[in-house]
Every structure is written in C-alpha cells, then in structure tokens.
C-alpha cells in the first residue's frame, strides 16, 4: 500500500506570513496532485504535477514535485484568511492513473 | 453545469437499516469514485467505475455496493448500516486521469 505523509497536520499562522507545507512518500507517483477543502464541502483541484523537479505557480501558491517524485510541496505567500483549509496531497501511480493515494491533509488557520 | 451532485446531504440511519447515496455529474465523464472521509484519516476510495456497466472495488469496498447503469448515475449502496460506515461521502468523477470533480458530500451516522 503506497502511503503519502503530509506535514504539519496543523498549522495556524498570521496573515501576511509565509509557509510552506509537505507531502512524502517512499513511492514513486507518476503525478501528484493538491486540492483543497472548506469546511462542509468537496475537495477542488489546485494543481497537477507530472514531471519531477516541476514548478508551478497559482498566484501566491508555488507547487513542486521532487526530483525523483516521491515527494511535493507547497508553498503560500503572505497568506491570506481565504487561504484557510484543509490541503491535500493525492498520488497516481502506475496504470491506473486514475485512482488516487490521498493523504491525510494539513489543516491551514490563516488569523486576521 | 451543475457538476457533481449528491443527495442527501445528511441522514441518520439506524444499525441494520439500508440506504442509497445518489451521485449524479452532467459533464460527461467516464470515470466516477466513491469515497468516505473519517476525521484526521483523508480520503478512502471505496469504488470505483471507468464507464457504464463497469465497477471496480477500492481500497474500503466492504459492506458497499456500487452499479454504473449510465454514464451520468453512479449509487452507493449500504446494505445493513453499521457505526463504523458514520462518515462523511464524496462522489467524483474525472474525465482523464489526473482532475476529479467533487460533489459537496453527504454526512451519514449511524447508531
């Protein structure tokens, strides 16, 4: 069973400050993606990543695969409250892209 | 487009009782997913379906049962409710590979 790590579980921070939050694995994914999630809703989609070592950008949030794809992070500049959420990781690997290994999220309190 | 809808948002069941979760999504895609969502745990895939009249078993399949009739229905099925299914359950669905499409979930417990 492939597993993805995510980290810290919690964080709470100011508006304004930087973090940055982590997903591992000690599998290979062929891609990686992040959504996030407000209270009483579904997860929506930020990001997709396939290649290792890619970068990309969502305005204030920059997304990067590991070299050897096992790992992601995200990182939120000058956070906002709208930021607030729960952000996961899910991994595809193999032939069945479509089914995703989710991790079990790092639950984001940006404090006005 | 509506996207992903689920029906209902919230029951209680009672141990021993069934229910169906309706999932219906009006953006054409072929693949549809099921998951369950406990506190602190992530998402679990419970089934899965890559067309009409094809299912799959996930990670968490017992004590569920799934059918994909049409491109656009995808029901889960709870045969005799149990405490340990009170979750909350997502339905996606997903065109390629990559993007799934979440609906807005349904809160289930059972006592």
């Known amino acids: 069973t492939q597993l993805l790590e995510q980290s810290p579980q919690f964080l709470s921070i100011q508006e304004g400050e930087n973090l940055t939050v982590y997903c591992n694995s000690s599998?290979?994914?062929?891609?990686l993606q992040w959504y996030r999630q407000e209270p009483g809703e579904g997860p929506v989609l930020l990001v997709t990543?396939?290649?290792?070592?890619e970068v990309k950008k969502l305005k204030r949030l920059t997304f990067q695969f590991g070299d050897a794809r096992k790992d992601s992070s995200l990182h939120i500049t000058a956070a906002q409250p709208g930021d607030t959420g729960l952000y996961l990781c899910?991994?595809?690997?193999?032939?069945?892209?479509?089914?995703?290994?989710f991790g079990k999220g790092t639950l984001l309190t940006v404090n006005p | 487009n509506a996207g992903v809808t689920q029906t209902p948002k919230f029951r209680i069941l009672k141990i021993g009782q069934s229910m169906t979760l309706q999932c219906t999504q009006d953006?054409?895609?072929?693949?549809m997913y099921w998951y369950r969502q406990d506190p602190g745990m992530g998402l679990k895939l419970i089934y899965y379906?890559?067309?009409?009249?094809?299912?799959d078993k996930g990670e968490v399949p017992n004590g569920y049962n799934v059918s994909r009739s049409t491109t656009e229905d995808f029901p889960l099925r709870l045969e005799l409710a149990a405490p340990s299914q009170t979750s909350v359950y997502f339905c996606?669905?997903?065109?390629?590979?990559?993007?799934?499409?979440f609906g807005p979930g349904t809160r289930l417990t059972v006592t």
């Open positions: 996606a669905s997903s065109l390629t590979n990559y993007e799934q499409y």
């Open positions: 599998s290979v994914f062929s891609s």
């Open positions: 990543v396939v290649t290792g070592g």
């Open positions: 899910a991994g595809a690997s193999g032939g069945s892209n479509y089914k995703l290994t």
């Open positions: 953006m054409n895609h072929n693949y």
């Open positions: 379906s890559v067309g009409a009249g094809i299912t």
